[in-house]
C-alpha cells in the first residue's frame, strides 16, 4: 500500500470518528421543557420568607407557575396592583423572578422583578 493510500485511509477514518463523536453529542442535549441540564423548569421551591411588598409595574402583567417566560401564566396584575412578596428565585436565561401574592386575594406566582417597582422580594427561596 503507498503511503497516499495510508494517508487517504486515515483520514478517512478520522472524518467517520469526527461525524460520529459530532452526532452522540448533539444527540444528548436535552430539548428545552425537558428534564435535565439547561432545561427550563417551570417547578421550583417557595416559601413565605418576606414581609415586603411592592407594586406591579405595567397592564397585563402575567403572574406564572415557574420563573421563566415559557411556563404556564395563572393570570394577569395590572398597573398599581400591590403584591406581598414570599421570596425570590435567579434563573439562568431570565433574571430573578418573585414569587409573590395579590393584596386582598390567593391570586399567586412567579412574577419578573423587572416588573415590580422595587425589583422585587429580597430574601432568597429555599
Not at 439547561?38 to 415586603?52: K, W
Not at 416588573?115 to 429580597?122: C, E, K, W
Request: overall charge positive.
Amino acid at each position: 500500500m503507498s503511503s497516499r493510500s495510508v494517508v487517504a485511509a486515515v483520514a478517512a477514518v478520522l472524518a467517520l470518528g469526527a461525524t460520529t463523536l459530532v452526532t452522540t453529542a448533539a444527540s444528548a442535549a436535552p430539548a428545552t421543557g425537558e428534564t435535565g441540564v439547561g432545561a427550563l423548569s417551570c417547578s421550583h421551591d417557595h416559601a413565605n420568607r418576606d414581609s415586603a411588598w411592592g407594586r406591579i409595574q405595567g397592564n397585563n402583567v402575567n403572574y406564572r407557575s415557574g420563573p421563566h417566560t415559557n411556563c404556564s401564566s395563572y393570570g394577569q396584575f395590572n398597573n398599581g396592583d400591590k403584591i406581598f412578596y414570599h421570596c425570590y428565585t435567579t434563573t439562568q436565561n431570565d433574571g430573578t423572578w418573585t414569587w409573590g401574592r395579590k393584596d386582598g386575594t390567593n391570586r399567586q406566582g412567579w412574577i419578573k422583578d423587572t416588573l415590580l417597582d422595587d425589583g422585587g422580594s429580597r430574601v432568597r427561596c429555599p
